[in-house]
């Protein structure tokens, strides 16, 4: 069973939403910081999102700053990434990560294998 699975992805047209999900297995995620990437064809992997493990520290890239949200309920093992008014250059595919603490300042631990985003008219 893997770590981390990503899910919630597919096709959606510019300016619509989708909200992906990162549920974790065999660990306690509530103990860690997750952090959402996302890595289109041909260019290389980018941090959008990270949220430490009580949700006090946020950080958001700027490109995604007023239209992603990212989220977590501890209870579920789970974290979410709500994504509003999306843009083609938000095609990608999207990975959730551990962090190796609580904080978005520590480094990376377990990986998810994706979920793709399409955006397209």
């Known amino acids: 069973q893997l770590p981390l699975v990503e899910s919630g992805g597919g096709w959606v047209q510019p300016g619509g939403s989708l909200r992906l999900s990162c549920v974790a297995s065999?660990?306690?995620?509530?103990?860690?910081?997750i952090t959402w990437f996302r890595q289109a064809p041909g260019q290389e992997r980018e941090k959008i999102a990270c949220?430490?493990?009580?949700?006090?520290?946020?950080d958001y890239v700027d490109s995604v700053k007023g239209r992603f949200t990212i989220s977590r309920d501890n209870a579920k093992n789970t974290a979410y990434l709500q994504m509003n008014s999306l843009k083609e250059e938000d095609t990608a595919l999207y990975f959730c990560?551990?962090?190796?603490?609580?904080?978005?300042?520590?480094?990376?631990?377990?990986w998810g294998q994706g979920t793709q985003v399409t955006v397209s008219s």
């Open positions: 949220i430490n493990w009580n949700s006090r520290n946020i």
């Open positions: 990560a551990s962090m190796l603490t609580g904080l978005c300042t520590s480094g990376l631990y377990y």
């Open positions: 065999g660990f306690t995620l509530g103990y860690y910081g």
